[in-house]
């Protein structure tokens, strides 16, 4: 934990206390095969600038990682702020721009003052005149950043640093933010879409939004406004990998939508109507000026996740209907896919080798999804309730590995709505596929026979299969399960020093991984080291879920 008083400038609690306060019972710690992981800090919303009930609107987080990029913004003129906020201006400037400079820091952060963060805090997100504290108005922006949504607001919270306040709010007045994505490899600035309750997308720039000191989106370009292409929630967005600024946005009536961001957001599209709303199609706009430029049907009822692989070949989609379906993007051609055991499917995501798929759903099992095979390989039995977000571990390896490729084994990490995180390793040189019991009168065991039918064959390309028999697929058992939140949890993020856990009321918690917690104990001011930020991901993502009710 860190090492801090019970109370800092502001007469806030220390994370060490808010912790406690907030999460009776709770360990700030957990064991695995490698070694301990510790709750290093928390991040979370000013509960009283929440203007409307959270409702139905999961919080959703996404990683971005903003590369250097020297400023060109100019303060905004001191009469558009008040006093308190032009006394804040000329610290900063007097600072010299804070996040984006080391010189005066001295919290690990993004170079930022845990003094002067934390003295903004107050006067910038509990004023009525500015969001965002006004300090980081002339710097870069550079560093790493927690976007997270909550209510009617998505909050930007400095992710290096242990001030548990986000430094920014922005607030959505006809709708709430539901889902985001960020863009690393951007190339106009446009690097952060957030799609709506009510249909709406917008992209903008992370690093404007950041340099300016207002509430409200600037210098944003808005996508189906007012739900003139469709009506339907935004459930989830993704960037296309290497896509050149394309995207795609899933809603809640089973379509998907294409976009191009260097097209006019406002472009008029009409597509025509669905025949058969049971079966996948690709309907492309009309004019070149259109934007979307596309619209897949996807399935009956919602999309609930979407995913791209590594190398942008393939887009993984799970929905209501329980399905898991894996498309050819290019092509807009389906590949495959498979039903879950029991009700809708609710997250999804690609090891980096693109070689297997997680979901997990309503049934409380996480599936693993072979491509190699197209059918699922293997369950992992150990959550309560709905399996909420799931994601590989791409930082770990294991302690057993030789460094020749051969006998792989993947780390994973599942949380759900019964508070749990829960690791997982699979091996698959030691997944024991189940044998078919012989006929009456033979032996009763699984030891003999011939191999289940689910494993007989691939299925042919554009396949969807059936849900397997539950004695067919291999079980796992987790690594670890530990209760990690109060509430029902939203998702998980893997970094190089860390892993981030999601409750769906908008708190976050970052643990540090085993030998990482040790050496940031003995020094607690630095929360994460320069050479550890290079390595951290440029951009990750926890899918939304939709909460049990």
Not at 388 to 416: C, L
Not at 417 to 442: H, S
Request: proline share 5%; glycine share 10%.
């Amino acid at each position: 934990m860190i090492h801090s008083s019970s109370s800092n400038s502001n007469g806030m609690m220390s994370s060490s206390s808010a912790a406690n306060a907030q999460s009776p019972g709770l360990k700030t710690y957990f064991k695995t095969p490698d070694g301990r992981y510790k709750l290093q800090y928390e991040k979370t919303h000013p509960a009283g600038l929440l203007h409307y009930a959270h409702g139905k609107a999961v919080t959703q987080a996404t990683l971005a990682h903003l590369k250097e990029k020297p400023s060109q913004v100019s303060p905004a003129p001191s009469s558009s702020l008040s006093s308190g906020s032009g006394v804040r201006l000329a610290a900063a400037r007097l600072l010299g721009g804070g996040n984006g400079s080391r010189a005066l820091g001295f919290v690990g952060g993004n170079g930022s003052s845990k003094n002067l963060s934390g003295n903004s805090r107050t006067g910038s997100l509990g004023s009525s005149s500015t969001s965002g504290s006004p300090f980081i108005l002339n710097y870069d922006s550079k560093g790493t950043y927690l976007i997270f949504n909550v209510g009617d607001t998505l909050f930007i919270s400095d992710f290096n640093s242990q001030d548990k306040d986000p430094i920014k709010a922005l607030h959505f007045s006809n709708s709430n933010p539901v889902c985001h994505a960020f863009d690393p490899e951007a190339k106009d600035g446009h690097d952060l879409l957030i799609g709506l309750n009510s249909g709406d997308v917008y992209s903008v720039s992370l690093r404007q939004q950041l340099q300016d000191v207002g509430k409200k989106l600037v210098t944003a370009q808005h996508y189906n406004k007012d739900g003139s292409v469709n009506s339907g929630r935004c459930t989830s967005v993704a960037w296309v990998p290497e896509g050149d600024g394309a995207f795609v946005v899933a809603h809640a009536d089973g379509n998907l939508y294409v976009y191009e961001k260097s097209k006019d957001g406002a472009g008029d599209s009409s597509f025509p109507v669905i025949k058969d709303q049971a079966q996948f199609s690709v309907a492309h706009a009309r004019s070149s000026k259109s934007n979307p430029v596309a619209r897949w049907h996807i399935c009956q009822g919602s999309i609930n996740s979407i995913a791209f692989s590594k190398d942008r070949t393939y887009l993984a989609t799970v929905g209501r209907d329980g399905y898991l379906r894996v498309f050819d993007y290019s092509k807009e051609q389906l590949i495959c896919g498979g039903k879950s055991y029991y009700g809708a499917l609710l997250c999804c995501a690609w090891s980096m080798d693109g070689k297997y798929i997680l979901t997990g759903g309503e049934d409380d099992l996480v599936q693993v999804w072979s491509m190699e095979d197209r059918k699922v390989v293997a369950w992992g039995e150990g959550h309560s309730s709905w399996v909420s977000g799931v994601a590989f571990d791409s930082y770990w390896s294991s302690p057993t590995s030789d460094g020749t490729g051969e006998n792989v084994v993947y780390r994973f990490g599942s949380v759900g709505q019964d508070t749990q995180l829960l690791l997982w390793d699979l091996a698959m040189d030691e997944i024991v596929v189940p044998l078919r019991r012989v006929p009456p009168g033979g032996s009763p065991t699984f030891s003999t026979g011939s191999q289940s039918s689910h494993w007989d064959t691939i299925c042919p390309v554009g396949t969807l299969q059936p849900a397997p028999c539950i004695r067919d697929v291999p079980k796992l058992s987790p690594v670890v399960s530990h209760r990690v939140h109060v509430e029902p949890l939203s998702g998980l993020i893997f970094t190089q020093e860390s892993v981030v856990t999601v409750c769906r009321e908008g708190h976050v918690k970052i643990w540090m991984r085993p030998g990482n917690a040790e050496s940031q104990s003995s020094n607690s001011e630095n929360v994460l080291t320069s050479s550890s930020k290079e390595k951290l991901p440029l951009s990750a993502k926890v899918g939304s879920a939709i909460c049990k009710q």
